[in-house]
């Protein structure tokens, strides 16, 4: 196991959950963390104790020395400042945006494709967008039966998503509303969420895709090594404090077999087969994805659609991180919590 961790951004929603996890693995030592401001000191609870926050600049300027930092930044300070660490740290995982589709950067779902962490010596390795890890994981058992022809995903995803100040504002908005009334059609009022549903997630690009579809599409790709998959998707906000989920259809290029298909899923780690669905606060704070409603779908002559729901940021981030680093660590058979972290 890596000695000497940092963590980068550990007081956003991510960091909080990735925080919790660690308190519960005895083998791991103290963390360092880091601010994603340049000159900022502050304390975090952890272990009946705390932790100093550090600002990103203090701990350049201490030349503090990391054998994995880990960095839960968003995507725009990651491309800005991350590269200042590169001399510094052994190993970087990164888990915004910035450099997931770099070629030479592995995007890392341990369940799918952890064994690209033990083919070459590296540096930086990416985890993915939330959304994506609903996806991909889901994706994953079907791959090993079939040839994956086309995907079409609509997401439902989580306040908790666009992070902890969206999250609080919303709860508190959640209290005060009569979601009865209409909304005009200012462009301010498309953005209210409470009782209303955003059928966009980050700006349109010029091909008519958000950038949080176009993640999903290139991203699912990468992981799955299937460059040339058909992937259409539609990502929409929901007034739903935690989990995102996913309504997806699949086309195969052989007769698909729907006991076989639950049996793949049944032995996929990380997956449960939960019929006939679960919801996302069912889902909200277990590690576990979950998939139901699955059946044959008419739309193709060869295909099936499901539904699929998981914390996003426990598996769908804080989770995922953790794993990696286990894995990269040597250590992914070890207990968390009474629980194995990695199954298989």
């Given amino acids: 196991m890596f000695k000497t961790i940092g963590i980068i951004g550990a007081r956003g929603m991510v960091g909080s959950e990735l925080l919790k996890l660690w308190a519960d693995y005895k083998d791991l030592p103290r963390p360092i963390l880091l601010s994603t401001r340049p000159r900022h000191t502050s304390k975090l609870p952890f272990k009946g104790s705390s932790l100093t926050v550090l600002g990103f600049k203090d701990a350049l300027d201490k030349r503090l020395r990391f054998d994995m930092l880990l960095s839960l930044a968003e995507t725009d300070w990651s491309k800005r400042y991350l590269p200042l660490f590169f001399e510094s740290a052994g190993m970087i995982l990164d888990e915004s945006a910035a450099y997931r589709m770099t070629s030479d950067v592995p995007l890392i779902i341990p369940e799918i494709n952890g064994a690209l962490l033990q083919q070459h010596p590296l540096r930086l390795i990416a985890s993915p967008n939330c959304t994506t890890v609903n996806l991909a994981m889901a994706l994953a058992p079907l791959a090993k039966l079939y040839t994956l022809r086309k995907v079409i995903v609509a997401s439902y995803q989580s306040i908790s998503g666009a992070g902890r100040s969206a999250h609080d504002d ?25 009782g209303n549903l955003i059928p966009m997630i980050g700006t349109l690009g010029r091909d008519g895709f958000s950038e949080e579809e176009t993640k999903v599409i290139q991203e699912t790709r990468k992981i799955l090594d299937l460059p040339d998959l058909a992937v259409s998707a539609t990502c929409v906000r929901v007034p739903v404090a935690r989990s995102h989920s996913l309504a997806v259809w699949v086309e195969t290029l052989e007769m698909t077999d729907i006991k076989a298909i639950r049996e793949s899923f049944r032995a996929f780690p990380g997956i449960e087969l939960k019929e006939p669905y679960c919801t996302p606060r069912q889902a909200a704070y277990h590690h576990t994805l979950y998939v139901g409603r699955l059946r044959q779908d008419p739309l193709f002559d060869h295909g099936l659609s499901f539904w699929v729901t998981g914390d996003n940021l426990l598996k769908g981030a804080a989770l995922n991180v953790l794993q990696i ?10 207990d968390i919590g009474g629980k194995r972290i990695l199954s298989g």
């Fill in 170 to 194: 919303h709860l508190v908005a959640t209290k005060k509303a009569d979601v009865t009334k209409p909304l005009g059609m200012a462009p301010a009022d498309a953005r209210v969420l409470t």
């Fill in 325 to 334: 680093m286990l894995l990269l660590g040597k250590a992914a058979k070890q």
